[in-house]
Each structure stands twice: as structure tokens, then as C-alpha cells.
């Protein structure tokens, strides 16, 4: 499907419903091809992501766009057309809904490759914006919830990965952590630990054996993305540990409905998160040294199960400390204490918020200044499962991360009329 399609069916839409429908027989058609397994346009993405302006003057999620050349149209007070100006057709790329005053997503019908670096550019040139970031410990908690509101004999898939990017063979400075993956013929022979792999069966026997098959091999811990089954139909929503959704059902609503809940019990996340590691809760006194400052709240620390050598150690932080576009989305001067050990007195680039951080071959312990944006902390959770260790042990203060992401997940309910 060209651009120009696109754009001629966003168009002329002009209420909430004619939304809804357009989308709703949008996925019925796609829902149609899927089962020829001929898919002739792309499938229903959706883009979960999170912005938080400075205190008492938040920019409003349009305004951010607009100053990205990106001009939206209002349908309602709370959801809009997005058109992207800076290209030569003035392209729509497809509707945003603003979900909370912290929270929105944006619908979208363009392919991956499109759509996918879009809005990762769109994230990396706004400093108010940040994705909604799933670790693999918050999709452990968000399968039981799977469970709950399945059958049994549902079918369930889960896709697991992680790759050990810092464990490099050849020369750091001749390879890009960012790059786009390239067609198979070229790929270069690397020998790093690697695991990409899903599991599709029911839901009844992946809930009997996952625990088993986790601890047996670490990788499975490394949750990137989980399906919820349509409760209306076939197929269902899967969701990526960067807030992406692909709606592989033949029903919109209940694609939306997914969204709300999955983005309710973040909040949740969010609010717990900040409560902790903000400086104001007076959990513990933290000195930072060569500093006259202390710091009284709860540090995120994430223990790995076995120490990094110290190559890992060493492209870890050079990679994230000497790059802008680093996947920590981090900026520091490290001060290096020991051969594996690095204090660093940064920020972090969404917000501009400070963060203090000490890195050792065995543990990473973050401080988070109240100000700071709790997505500081599921980013690094995630990202840390992702390429570091997926089976590290995450705290927040003394509390484990997971009984958190539990006790946040067990108070929200699935709501289909939403």
C-alpha cells in the first residue's frame, strides 16, 4: 500500500467513531489476509509512549510534535490526525490518542521498517518524549495476567531475546550498536551469545513448563514480547518491550482495550517506581563520594548472576558513555575507580534529569533524584536484560523489582468497553 493511500483514507475522517470504524474493518480485512497468509497491506501498529514536560510548564504532546515539523489535526480533545510536513507529499502517517495527561499512543498503518524508525527518531530528537518500557521481569508479571484472562487452551506466544552486544570479537569502534539489521548474505561472523527464538503453544502447558525452562537457560528471562489473546475473536495483541503493539486480531476495540490496561498498569509501575527511588522517601542515607551531598531514598540496584569480563565491562561503558545515540539513552563522564569499577555523575537524556550511577563488573546501582523520570529506571531494567544479563536480580530499595510490577499489575482490571 502506497503513502498516498494511506493519506487518502486518514483524510477525510472526522469524528472518534469514523476512526474506530475505519480501523475496525481495517483489521478484519487484515485478520482475512493473515489467514490466507497473503498479507497485501500492513497490519494496525501502535506506538506506547510516555512525556513528561518540566514542572509547572509541561509541553503539551502537540507542541512537542509541531516543533518536529509534525502537524496534527484535532478529531477530539483527545485524539488527532498526524501529518508529517517535512516530506515532499505531506504524508499522514496516522492518528495519536492521548490516553493521560503522561501517556499516549499513536495508531499507525505504515509498514515496520517505516514506521518502527519514525517514532524511534521521533523519541531520539525530543528530550520530553521517552517509549513505555517493558523489561522481561514486567512481561513475567504480565503473563499470569495472560493467564488469568484466557482459557487454557488458548495459544499463547511469547518471543524471547537477548544479545550480548558489548561481548564484541572485532574492533568497537568499527561497529554501530544502532544499526539497522542488515540482510542475512552480509552479516559479518560474530561469536557472542545470541538467543532469538518464540514459543507457541497453549496456554496451559508454557504456563507449566516457562518457570522450569528459565532457570534451566538464563536467555528465557529475556521476555521481548508477549501476545494477549483477543477474549473476541482469534489472534490477539502483541505487545514489545519498547511500548510497540501489532494488532494480529481482526478487531480494533479490543486491540485499543489492551492498550489502556497494559498502559494503566504501567502507570501504576510509574508512580510506585518514583515513590521509591526519589530522594524525598527516607528509606536509606546515601553518601556520594567526593561529594558533600546525601542523597535519602531508595537506590535501584541490579545484581548480575555472574561477574563481566573485562572486555564486556570495558565496551559497555565506553559504548554508552562516548555515543550520543547509546541504547541507555545515558550521557556521563566516567570516573574510573578500579579496573571494573566506574562511578558516573550523568544525566539522562530524556528529561535532562541528573542520575548517579556505579558500575562494577558484578552490579549496577543507580540513584534517582526526585525530578526524575521513573522510565529512567524500566529503561535500564530493560535494556539490561536485553544485552547485559537477562536473569540479573533487579531491587528497588529492599523491595525485588518483580514484587512491584506484581503488586502494581494485581489492582488493574481488563476493561473490553473502553
Known amino acids: 500500500m502506497s503513502d498516498l493511500n494511506i493519506s487518502n483514507e486518514i483524510m477525510p475522517i472526522k469524528s472518534r467513531e469514523q476512526m474506530i470504524r475505519y480501523m475496525d474493518g481495517y483489521s478484519a480485512e487484515r485478520m482475512e489476509e493473515l489467514d490466507g497468509r497473503k498479507i497485501r497491506r500492513p497490519l494496525v501498529k501502535s506506538y506506547m509512549l510516555e512525556h513528561v514536560g518540566d514542572s509547572g510548564n509541561v509541553k503539551s504532546v502537540t507542541d512537542i510534535l509541531n516543533s518536529q515539523g509534525i502537524v496534527s489535526t484535532r478529531i ?42 519514525w517514532v524511534k527518531n521521533l523519541v531520539y530528537n525530543s528530550p520530553e518524549l521517552d517509549h513505555v518500557w517493558l523489561s522481561g521481569l514486567t512481561f513475567n508479571v504480565l503473563w499470569e495476567r495472560v493467564v488469568q484472562l484466557n482459557r487454557p487452551n488458548r495459544y499463547a506466544r511469547i518471543l524471547f531475546q537477548h544479545e550480548s552486544i558489548y561481548q564484541i570479537d572485532n574492533d568497537p569502534e568499527l561497529w554501530d550498536e544502532d544499526e539497522e539489521e542488515v540482510e542475512e548474505d552480509y552479516m559479518e561472523i560474530v561469536e557472542r ?17 516457562l518457570n522450569q525452562l528459565q532457570e534451566i537457560y538464563f536467555p528465557l528471562y529475556a521476555i521481548s514480547q508477549l501476545r494477549f489473546p483477543s477474549p473476541v475473536g482469534r489472534g490477539g495483541h502483541d505487545f514489545y ?30 508512580k510506585i517506581t518514583e515513590d521509591k527511588v526519589w530522594y524525598s522517601i527516607q528509606d536509606q542515607n546515601i553518601r556520594i563520594p567526593r561529594t558533600f551531598q546525601k542523597l535519602i531514598g531508595s537506590p535501584l540496584s541490579i545484581k548480575f548472576k555472574e561477574p563481566l569480563n573485562q572486555e564486556t565491562f570495558d565496551y559497555w561503558v565506553k559504548s554508552t558513555f562516548s555515543r550520543s545515540r547509546n541504547k541507555f539513552r545515558l550521557w556521563g563522564n566516567p570516573i574510573k575507580l578500579g579496573p571494573r569499577k566506574i562511578h558516573v555523575y550523568g544525566v539522562d537524556r530524556h528529561l535532562w534529569q541528573p542520575i548517579f550511577l556505579e558500575i562494577t563488573d558484578k552490579h549496577l546501582l543507580a540513584i534517582i533524584p526526585k525530578g526524575t523520570c521513573g522510565n529512567t529506571v524500566h529503561r535500564l531494567v530493560t535494556n539490561i536484560q536485553s544485552y547485559i544479563d537477562p536473569a540479573a536480580d533487579v531491587y528497588v530499595g529492599k523491595t525485588k523489582y518483580s514484587d512491584i510490577a506484581e503488586m502494581t499489575s494485581r489492582g488493574v482490571k481488563y476493561d473490553s468497553s473502553r
Do not use: C, W
Open 76 to 117: 477530539d480533545n483527545k485524539l488527532f490526525k498526524l501529518q508529517e510536513t517535512k516530506t515532499e507529499d505531506n504524508e499522514y502517517m496516522g492518528f495519536l490518542e492521548i490516553l493521560s495527561p503522561r501517556y499516549f499512543v499513536i495508531y499507525t498503518l505504515h509498514e515496520s521498517q517505516k514506521s518502527d524508525r
Open 193 to 209: 551469545r545470541a538467543s532469538k527464538f518464540s514459543l507457541v503453544d497453549k496456554i496451559s502447558v508454557v504456563q507449566e513448563k
Open 241 to 270: 518491550s519498547d511500548g510497540k503493539v501489532t494488532n494480529r486480531s481482526g478487531n480494533f476495540r479490543d486491540h485499543r482495550s489492551h492498550i489502556i490496561y497494559i498502559q494503566r498498569i504501567y502507570d501504576e509501575l510509574m
